[in-house]
């Protein structure tokens, strides 16, 4: 039986910069909270397929694991929190920009 | 130093007139990323987890000051300041973006540097003994080989398409401070019966999910029959290597399924016939090499400002009791910087501080800088009468960290606070290691120590070869850190022990802790190192240490 469909984000990376971005219904966000949360996957394989198209704005688009939660979407997974955040060591990456 | 030839600045400035076409057809989107990446990485280029990366050579681990001072220049005008020092010699830049890229490549051609094969199934970065040209126990400088070796292998058309990445590492001495065993091809120089240096050839070692130590596939090898010998090992490879499954690819996979004596005899016979295809122009072409790698002349002076020094400042008899090697010419001695401050992150150097180093290496070291797989700066040739002047600079710009080769060297790879392949984070339990064990004050009294750590399977941070070896892993969506005992990447390498189930993050401190204070307990004398205890009594007392319940429950 294929697996129950989990509410996801899509994300890539940007091509000049290689920041990380969120799709978020419309456009692409830098914040994961403003990242639209697919519930449906065909909507979700969509919007995947549009974002492979655009090679020239995005590298490595693909769909992964969240949830709303108080403050927006939250990521599903660890490696995605940092994503959404830069690295522990600097003060460098999004939490700098954002701040 | 070599220094480029004309041909090797056509050969790069060509290189680099190509990525800048390949970079602007990507940015303009005639080239998709499926066909960019390929071509990327060929020049060093990875897309990582928050940003690009751009990883670059620094050939058997050597720098000048014009090199150490553009690298500078690069990480301040196009990162955020400050360059990391990888376990392969190289230093990487976290935050580049695409569009300056062959900006920064050029920027690298003018001091004869390069990001070429620092990705992909070729022959990588030759490293080397970090103390290579200085160290007191060297039969000779094994740079002149690692030079010929980088030429040899930049760019060779039979070995860009090999079943998997290639690594070879060469050391001068029988003291293995090249890790030589976990590599594919590992060189120790060596002496035959008469004298005559040449090479213990070691073939097949690796870490990575399959953790090997080489095996010798020749126990003596003249110098001259060096370069047809590795191409051997390298053909014999190309043709026997595993393409069906990246994860057996590596030539361990290849010694390990065939037997060391298949792989013997193929090599060989293949080298028998490259050898007379050599004709000897290698030799001509390392004879020229070797005049570009003379010794400097080392000054005579008088020393006493030094021992005077050492006599009226603990710090700085501190500092020269761990950070200090004997050297071939006894008033100089090789002087080891450590970029692992406290609490700071492993190999990572700011512009200011690449500055000052090749400030000291142009005033006081000849001219020369060593990076060292355990990420940390080396000038290689301090005269002693100098030493009191570098350690006074160092300190001021917060390079003067007394901990060579104690609990706070610790070796880790960038894990997910940077790589996209990681599994968990590695450097923030690098820094809390270093900085708990500096507040318990215990460093120095735990001596010799080598923590490594790794933030995936890959084993960038060469955990299987620490004596504490620590993996992160990721467990069911919580980072989790495993310990492994008894590795060891010198002559007498080995492969460390799982120790037992993981750690949380927040369990790893303790539990290190524990393990500390049972090799206090246990050791010897106080002069045992814990490497050595870890031999003598084996991993039970240090399993009841990490595992303490388990011990009660077994009672």
Not at chain 2, 17 to 45: C, H, W, Y
Not at chain 2, 425 to 446: C, G, N, T, V, Y
Request: glycine share 8%.
């Amino acid at each position: 039986m294929p697996k129950p469909f989990t509410p996801k984000v899509l994300t890539a990376s940007r091509l000049m910069e290689g920041e990380v971005a969120y799709f978020d219904g419309k456009i692409w966000v830098p914040l994961l909270a403003e990242a639209k949360l697919f519930l449906n996957e065909n909507e979700a394989e969509d919007a995947l397929a549009a974002a492979k198209a655009r090679p020239d704005l995005f590298v490595g688009p693909y769909l992964v694991d969240a949830h709303n939660g108080e403050d927006g979407v939250e990521p599903a997974h660890f490696r995605e929190a940092f994503r959404t955040t830069g690295p522990s060591n600097y003060f460098h990456g999004k939490q700098a920009e954002r701040s | 130093m070599y220094s480029y030839s004309e041909f090797d600045k056509d050969f790069i400035t060509e290189r680099n007139k190509q990525f800048r076409g390949q970079v602007a057809r990507r940015i303009d989107g005639s080239l998709t990323e499926d066909e960019f990446k390929p071509l990327r990485l060929m020049n060093g280029l990875y897309l990582q987890l928050h940003a690009y990366m751009l990883r670059i050579a620094i050939p058997y681990g050597t720098l000048n000051s014009a090199k150490m001072r553009q690298l500078a220049m690069i990480a301040k005008r196009w990162d955020k300041g400050y360059g990391h020092f990888t376990t392969r010699q190289n230093i990487q830049f976290n935050w580049p973006k695409l569009g300056d890229v062959p900006d920064i490549l050029d920027a690298l051609a003018e001091v004869d540097m390069h990001a070429i094969q620092t990705s992909g199934n070729c022959i990588r970065n030759v490293t080397a003994d970090h103390f290579a040209g200085a160290a007191a126990d060297e039969i000779e400088d094994p740079r002149p080989v690692a030079e010929l070796l980088r030429q040899w292998s930049t760019d060779h058309p039979e070995f860009a398409f090999l079943p998997r990445k290639f690594k070879i590492a060469i050391t001068g001495s029988p003291n293995d401070r090249a890790v030589t065993k976990a590599h594919d091809i590992g060189l120790r120089m060596v002496r035959n019966e008469e004298g005559a240096p040449g090479f213990e050839v070691i073939v097949g070692g690796g870490l990575g999910r399959t953790p090997m130590i080489g095996q010798v596939i020749r126990d003596f090898l003249p110098k001259a029959d060096l370069l047809p010998y590795v191409e051997a090992i390298l053909q014999v490879y190309n043709l026997l290597g595993r393409r069906d499954n990246k994860y057996k690819a590596r030539i361990k996979i290849t010694v390990h399924e065939n037997g060391i004596e298949t792989i013997r005899d193929m090599v060989e016979e293949r080298f028998g016939i490259l050898r007379e295809e050599f004709g000897g122009a290698d030799q001509a072409l390392l004879g020229e090499i070797e005049a570009a790698f003379a010794p400097p002349q080392f000054k005579t002076a008088d020393t006493s400002e030094f021992e005077n020094r050492l006599n009226s400042d603990p710090m700085f008899r501190s500092f020269a009791d761990t950070n200090l090697t004997e050297h071939k010419n006894s008033d100089h001695a090789i002087v080891s910087v450590s970029l692992k401050k406290h609490g700071a992150t492993p190999g990572d150097a700011t512009a200011n501080q690449m500055r000052v180093l090749a400030d000291m290496a142009e005033r006081y070291g000849h001219d020369e800088l060593r990076i060292s797989h355990e990420q940390n700066v080396i000038l290689p040739h301090v005269h002693k009468s100098d030493i009191p002047a570098v350690y006074d600079a160092l300190r001021a710009a917060d390079l003067a960290t007394a901990n060579i080769g104690l609990i706070s060297d610790i070796i880790a790879c960038p894990g997910m606070d940077y790589c996209a392949l990681a599994t968990a984070r590695s450097i923030p339990i690098a820094q809390e290691i270093a900085s708990r064990f500096d507040e318990l004050k215990l460093e120095h009294e735990i001596g010799p120590m080598k923590i490594k750590i790794s933030g995936c399977i890959n084993a960038c941070g060469h955990h299987h070869v620490g004596h504490i070896g620590i993996l992160g892993l990721d467990r069911a969506g919580v980072e989790n850190y495993q310990i492994t005992l008894g590795g060891d990447g010198s002559e007498a390498a080995a492969v460390g022990e799982r120790a037992g189930p993981g750690f949380t993050a927040d369990e790893l401190m303790p539990a290190l802790e524990r393990l500390i204070d049972a090799y206090l307990d246990i050791r010897a004398t106080d002069e045992e190192p814990f490497i050595d205890t870890v031999r003598r009594v084996g991993l039970s007392p240090f399993k009841a240490a990490l595992y303490p319940s388990e011990a009660i429950a077994a009672e």
